[in-house]
């Protein structure tokens, strides 16, 4: 059986360790994965110590793909709850959500706010009350150069 807690701390090292080749950026994994009080402004599971970091980042691995027709028929979708928490979590510490996230054998993918200023494949979703972007976060990195660090 897999625990949900390794399967976390296995997803978490391995967006870190793309993070870190596609940014050149020192990304660690949060102490505690981000449960620590929002006094430490340490909230999401990823982040650049000793930075002002400008997104608060959570990342997901889960089995079977969310990004999907549960967006629609769904009571509640799994990737709108990963969203609102990177949202709450974001809010906590000051910062823009991010969401990583993938399925077994997928992409990377990337739940953003900020319109996208590149040609490039991504998808709108609105989410009442919800407004956020979605996209590979190879493409993401690639076409939007985003900053992490103020």
């Known amino acids: 059986m897999v625990d949900s807690r390794d399967k976390g701390a296995r997803a978490e090292a391995q967006a870190r360790k793309l993070l870190k080749e596609l940014t050149k950026l020192g990304w660690e994994r949060t102490p505690g994965s981000g449960a620590l009080n929002e006094k430490h402004g340490l ?7 000793n930075e002002k970091n400008i997104y608060c980042v959570e990342v997901k691995h889960y089995k079977d793909e969310h990004f999907n027709t549960s967006l629609f028929t769904g009571k509640n979708p799994q990737l709108i709850e990963w969203w609102e928490q990177a949202v709450r979590q974001g809010n906590q510490t000051s910062r823009l959500p991010l969401l990583i996230f993938k399925h077994d054998r997928s992409k990377w993918f990337v739940a953003f706010t900020e319109m996208p200023t590149s040609a490039y494949r991504y998808v709108f979703v609105n989410f009442e009350p919800y407004e956020f972007y979605v996209a590979t976060l190879e493409d993401w990195i690639q076409y939007e150069d985003p900053k992490f660090i103020a």
């Open 43 to 49: 909230k999401g599971d990823i982040y650049v110590p």
